[in-house]
């Protein structure tokens, strides 16, 4: 009986144990890899469209992407758009759009171009290198949740740094004292010879060296030439001489690294307005790529031995100010159509050598769409069909390399007001990138 009982007791509580033990535990849930930014390249040219890949977001996660960089004095500029991952949780900037920021739609290069002042800083600067030799550090960051342009950001769950150079491995920067030229040659890598570019830039004076050295990590020889405000030169635009320009002609296509027969030269504003003087009374120059420059002399009266070719004046009673306090100088140009200003006109029909017209109709600094009009119908009218255009819709003033920051309103240095270039930000940047492309082609058409 008593060992019954014990058998009935260890029947009786086994059940009791089963009841007691815990249930096995649910599979636990995949770990969700950590949010990555992968940016290729890292290091590249600046003229060079990135590859952007964010993984490890949740399907369909909502994130803003920003971008921040400073220049040479510490400024700070920044970009942001609403992306959303897709059912991997992946977002690839060169397919999928951004619904939302500094931008809309497929925009790979969206957060370069797009970059301006941070809110702290004074608005209406331009984001361009003062020097070739050092990158621009953009940093790439991925913030949870959508943050409208300005507003504090989510947190961040991942971020990368790219580094943007201007000049590639190999090039070489000599800066010119040579007689009366003063500026900086860049050679490509190799013994060349390569084909020669004049590079000039507009109103703001000075040194501006990144097209160049840009230019020359794409095979060409090219001179970065400032005509005022910079070392012994005039600090102002009052008068120039075209032997200048001429000494400077004949310093590039007398180089040894220099092929021939002729050199190119490049300019914006001004400086494509003197490209077209050069082209005309200069041999030496057998190409010109004048971006938004005007068919007549402007400003300043430009003397060449016994000629001159008076200036074209701005009247400021007719710039407009908007409530804001920027400047319009749209209407504010002498009409060149005028007779009165005919003496004005640069005669292009002169010149041997063949024109690339670059220009954006959003344009507000100038009518560099009708000065272009102007420029081929005086070629046509003297049987002339050496010239091409390149005409943007929605393109502003400043048309740079690509993935330069659009910047519709700048502050003048000679004004010392924000000043109206016009455009818009996303057709001024496809501009920039389709021209730059195109410009090359040009130059070593005609340059060999």
Known sequence: AVMWRAVVVAAASAPARALCRAPPLPPPPPRRRAVSVAVSPTAGLADERLETRVAGLGPGQPVTLRAVAADERGCLFQS????????????????????????????????????????????YQRLVPRSTDTPMKVEMLVHQGHSLPGALPGPVVAKAEVERWFTAPGVRRIRLKEGGVRGSLFLPPGDGPFPGVIDMYGDEGGLIEFRSSLLATHGFAA??????????????????????????????????????????????????????????????????????????????????????????????NKVSVSDTGVFDTFEALDDPTNP??????????????????????????????????????????????????????????????????????????????????????????????????KIQEFLHLHLG
């Not at 635009?237 to 590039?252: D, G, I, T």
């Not at 002729?262 to 200069?282: D, N, P, R, Y």
């Not at 292009?348 to 954006?360: D, R, S, T, Y």
């Open 223 to 316: 001179l970065s030439l400032p005509y005022f405000d910079f070392e012994d030169l005039p600090k102002v635009m009052k008068e120039f001489n075209l032997e200048y320009f001429e000494e400077a002609a004949r310093f590039l296509r007398r180089h040894p690294k220099v092929k021939g027969p002729g050199v190119g030269v490049i300019g914006t504003g001004k400086g494509a307005e003197l490209g077209l003087s050069m082209i005309t009374f200069l041999p030496e120059v057998v190409a010109a790529v004048s971006i938004s420059g005007c068919s007549s002399n402007t400003v300043a009266d430009l003397h060449y031995g016994e000629m001159t070719l008076p200036g074209l004046r701005f009247d400021m």
């Open 80 to 123: 942001c758009a609403h992306y959303r991952a897709d059912s991997r949780g992946e977002l690839h900037l060169g397919t999928d759009a951004s619904h939302g920021g500094d931008y809309t739609g497929v925009e790979p290069m969206g957060l370069f171009w797009s970059l301006a002042p941070a809110g702290m800083e004074r608005p």
């Open 340 to 437: 009165a200003n005919s003496p004005c006109m640069i005669p292009i029909e002169k010149a041997e050598g063949h024109f690339l017209l670059v220009v954006g109709e959003g344009d507000r600094m100038w009518k560099s769409s009708l000065y272009a009009e102007l420029a081929m119908g005086r070629l046509r009218q003297h049987g002339k069909e050496n010239f091409e255009l390149l005409s943007y819709p929605g393109a502003g003033h400043r048309i740079d390399p690509p993935s330069t920051p659009f910047c519709q309103v700048a502050m003048d240095r000679v004004l010392r007001v924000p000043v109206l270039g016009g455009g818009e930000s996303k057709a001024h940047a496809h501009a920039q990138e389709h021209s730059w492309g």
